[in-house]
């Protein structure tokens, strides 16, 4: 044996060293925690599939968004679920809409929160589609353009910092960029969706958002779950068209794509780990077959290392848990 050699594992044999090199660590500057906003008036229903997230209604916001902030949360992502459903998603747009009346509490309420809000009409159309819809059920993408331009000029007029579409129509970026700019809102962000996959671990979601398509699925707008180079390319047009963060959707099945992601461009690169992700862990958790700490901690540290700069992770309140709040 050669005296000189490596030897690897004189690295681990000290809790303290490990400290010292370990090359990716977590915080709550890391995360963002989405917020399901639902219609109505003392609402705080318990998602059946995600255990431990919440639909809650606008009076019961700021009390949940206090506790939040208190544990050391600093962004938020918004979803809405409106009372109202028509064929063209009006409520997404609506001035004074679900997501819109939340931002405005929120921004009001002088909490130090990021605002990151989603900008989609799935959660808004009577038929669960994330676009129009032709007479023959085919989802119009040009023609969904401005009103996903509007719902991001509504967002950002009552309070949201950073808009996220999520909407997967081509040029929606470029769209929203425009409008923005021209209302004024040039320092609005768009941290667009540019990797989001047609996954089946969006299944928990579409209960808590009541966005379950109505006829056929997502994948005329949404990417093949087999495709990484076509990532790149949503990346590139993204960028091209003015996005300021890019996201690849969703996190723990599409690590090399995140890796990829942020090997092909200079900008900040966010990972989304989804519902299903969230609620198979829980499950687990709950059943006793793996420790929650743990499990939470390595596949956080896992989307990390991967490259992602920031996690959109249900789990952000775990982790200021965990984690103290630093
Ligand atoms: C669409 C949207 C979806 C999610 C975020 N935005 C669902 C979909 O595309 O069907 C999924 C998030 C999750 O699963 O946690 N507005």
């Known amino acids: 044996m050669n005296s000189n050699a490596q030897r690897p ?11 010292l090199v370990r090359e990716t660590t977590l915080s709550m500057n890391d995360f963002v925690y989405p917020l399901f906003v639902h219609y109505g008036t003392d609402l705080k229903r318990e998602i059946k599939s995600m255990p431990g997230q919440y639909q809650l209604s606008l009076d019961r916001l700021l009390p ?13 992502l918004l979803f809405g ?12 747009y609506a001035k004074d809409g679900i997501v ?40 119009l993408n040009d023609p969904t353009l401005p009103l996903l331009t ?25 769209a929203i960029r425009a409008g923005l700019d021209a209302a004024g809102y040039a320092d609005t962000q768009i941290m667009s969706y540019a990797a989001k996959y047609a996954s089946a671990f969006y299944g928990p979601f579409r209960d808590a958002a009541g966005s379950t398509p109505a006829f056929g699925d997502r994948r005329s707008h949404q990417m093949d779950p ?33 890796r990829q992601v942020k090997d092909n461009c200079r900008v900040p690169v966010a990972a989304y780990a989804v519902s299903g992700e969230y609620s198979m862990i ?45």
């Open 226 to 258: 087999a495709n990484a180079r076509e990532a790149l390319r949503e990346m590139q047009l993204d960028l091209d068209e003015g996005a300021d963060i890019v996201m690849v959707k969703p996190a723990l099945a599409y690590l090399d794509i995140i």
């Open 150 to 174: 509007q719902a991001a000029v509504s967002h950002a007029e009552a309070g949201a910092d950073m808009v996220a579409p999520s909407d997967m129509m081509d040029f929606r970026v470029a």
């Open 64 to 76: 949940e968004a206090e506790a939040l902030a208190k544990l050391g949360v600093r962004a938020l």
């Open 81 to 92: 679920i409106p009372e109202h459903k028509d064929e063209r998603g009006g409520g997404a």
């Open 100 to 139: 819109q009346q939340a931002l405005r509490l929120l921004k009001q309420s002088g909490l130090p929160f990021y605002l990151v809000s989603d900008v989609c009409l799935c959660e808004y159309t009577s038929h669960g589609h994330c676009g129009l819809l032709s007479p023959e059920g085919k989802i």
């Open 9 to 19: 594992r004189r690295l681990r044999a000290n809790p303290i060293l490990r400290d």
């Open 282 to 326: 829980e499950a687990a958790a709950n059943l006793g077959w793996i420790s929650r700490e743990r499990v939470v901690y390595e596949q956080l540290t896992g989307i990390k290392r991967a490259g992602a700069d920031l996690i959109i992770t249900y789990h952000a309140p775990y982790m200021a848990q965990i984690l103290g709040g630093k």
